[in-house]
C-alpha cells in the first residue's frame, strides 16, 4: 500500500558532495513537493511541481535544484551539500483542484552532512 | 509575513484525559487551515481542512474548530495511540497547493 516512496531512508554525506534525493508516487498525482523539517521550525517548502518539467521555487530554494522528468518522479539535488543542510527531508503528492493541499507524504530521508 | 504558532510544543496526558491543542495563525486572507499527524519515523497524515471561521471537522476522538484566529484540536478521552505529533498549516495563497506554511508542531504524548 506504499503510494510516495523515498529512496533514500537515512544518508551521510560528506561537504561538498552531490546528493540525490528520489521520490516517486504511484497515485498519478499532479503535484509534487519537498518539504525540510527541522525542530521546532516545522516544515518549510523547498520546491514544488504542478506537472512533468514545470518547476516552481517555495521558501528556501538557495542551496537546492529539482528534476521531475516523469509524473511520478521528483528530484532533489544537493549540487555541494553543506552541513546547514543536515536535514529530514519529506517528499510528498496531491492532486491539482480542491484536493491540492491534501498532500501525501513519504516517510522521509534523513540527511547528515559531515 | 503570515505567521503559525502551535501550542504548547509539547502535551503530556494520561489516558482518557481530555485536552485541547492550539494553533495560532497569523495571515494575510486564509484559504484553509490544514491538521496533520506525524508519527515518530514517518511523514505527516492528513487529518482534517476545516475553511471558514465556525467551522467543526470531527474524527473518532479528534475534533477541529477555527476561529479567524486560531484553531483547535480537541482530544477527547486519548488513547496512547493517539500519540504523536500533530501539525497544523495554513493556506495563504491564490494557487491551492503551492502555498502551505507549517507550525512547528505539538508532540503528544498520551499514557496509559
Known amino acids: 500500500d506504499v503510494k510516495v516512496t523515498q529512496s533514500s531512508r537515512y544518508l551521510v554525506k560528506r561537504t561538498g558532495e552531490k546528493v540525490f534525493l528520489e521520490c516517486v508516487q504511484d497515485m498519478d498525482h499532479e503535484n509534487m513537493f519537498w518539504y525540510r523539517q527541522d525542530p521546532g521550525l516545522g516544515l518549510r517548502l523547498i520546491y514544488f511541481?504542478?506537472?512533468?518539467?514545470?518547476?516552481e521555487k517555495g521558501d528556501i530554494p538557495e542551496g537546492y535544484s529539482v528534476s521531475r522528468e516523469k509524473k511520478e518522479r521528483f528530484s532533489l539535488i544537493l549540487e555541494s551539500a553543506s552541513t546547514n543542510q543536515t536535514s529530514m527531508y519529506l517528499c510528498?503528492?496531491?492532486?491539482?483542484?480542491?484536493?491540492?493541499?491534501?498532500?501525501?507524504f513519504g516517510a522521509g530521508s534523513r540527511l547528515t552532512v559531515l | 509575513e503570515d505567521q503559525v504558532t502551535q501550542s504548547p510544543e509539547a502535551l503530556r496526558l494520561q489516558e482518557g484525559e481530555s485536552s485541547s491543542l492550539n494553533c495560532s495563525y497569523t495571515v494575510s486572507g486564509l484559504r484553509g487551515l490544514f491538521w496533520y499527524r506525524q508519527d515518530p519515523g514517518k511523514g505527516p497524515e492528513f487529518l482534517f481542512t476545516?475553511?471558514?471561521a465556525g467551522e467543526e471537522k470531527e474524527k473518532e476522538r479528534l475534533k477541529a474548530t477555527l476561529t479567524k484566529k486560531e484553531s483547535f484540536l480537541h482530544i477527547t478521552a486519548p488513547k496512547p495511540e493517539d500519540s504523536a505529533t500533530y501539525l497544523c498549516?495554513?493556506?495563504?495563497?491564490?494557487?491551492?497547493?503551492?502555498?502551505?506554511?507549517f507550525g512547528g508542531g505539538t508532540r503528544l504524548m498520551v499514557k496509559p
Open positions: 476545516l475553511y471558514s
Open positions: 511541481s504542478y506537472d512533468v518539467k514545470m518547476k
Open positions: 498549516a495554513v493556506q495563504n495563497g491564490p494557487n491551492a497547493g503551492n502555498m502551505l506554511t
Open positions: 510528498a503528492s496531491s492532486l491539482v483542484g480542491s484536493g491540492a493541499n491534501v498532500l501525501t
